[in-house]
């Protein structure tokens, strides 16, 4: 396939490597508009959920927070946990800390309305399935996490950031 072809320049197909190619999204477009089927193009963008939403979901269940709860380990939450939870560290500002629960809870709302919508479980990155159940569990969680780290996320929330320097 050349520089030059059809393909590439309407953006259909995306190279992975030398000799591999890619659908995208509006490739896949493409192709269901020839073969006459619009309709599955809404069905197919209602089951995609956005890529930074998925890879936050991913971190968050792989990390150490989500396995010590789930193996019952909850007394041995650190807020070193608690910190890679929400993808902050010690030094965070509050802005950078709201930011990260809001990103957490609107990944979380995604995943339910895709859920909503009678998909089953959701897969992230094609190894981890998320259920209802455990879209509760990660609240409980997150509740544990906040009241337990109450003290030391008080002291995140105030902190401030000026002119590209926490203080």
């Known amino acids: 396939m050349g520089r030059d072809s ?8 995306s190279q992975k490597s030398q000799k591999r190619y890619a659908l995208t999204p509006a490739g896949i477009n493409h192709a269901l508009k020839i073969m006459g089927t619009v ?3 809404t069905v197919m963008q ?9 890879q936050l979901l991913l971190r968050v269940l792989t990390g150490t927070a989500w ?24 030094r965070s500002s509050g802005e950078q800390l709201r930011s990260a629960r809001r990103d957490l809870a609107k990944a979380m ?26 879209l509760e569990q990660l609240q ?3 509740k544990e996490l906040d009241t337990r780290f109450k003290d030391q996320l008080d002291i995140i929330d105030r902190r401030i950031m000026r002119w590209g320097k926490v203080k």
């Open 39 to 41: 309709d599955l193009i």
């Open 6 to 13: 059809i393909v590439r320049k309407q953006r259909w197909l």
């Open 46 to 54: 209602h089951q995609r959920i956005d890529r930074f939403y998925e």
């Open 67 to 90: 396995n010590k709860f789930k193996s019952g380990q909850i007394e041995e939450l650190t807020f070193t946990d608690a910190c890679g939870f929400w993808s902050i560290n010690p």
């Open 109 to 134: 709302s995604v995943v339910s309305e895709h859920l909503d919508e009678g998909n089953g479980d959701v897969t992230l990155a094609s190894r981890i399935k998320v259920s209802r159940d455990d």
């Open 140 to 142: 409980i969680l997150e």
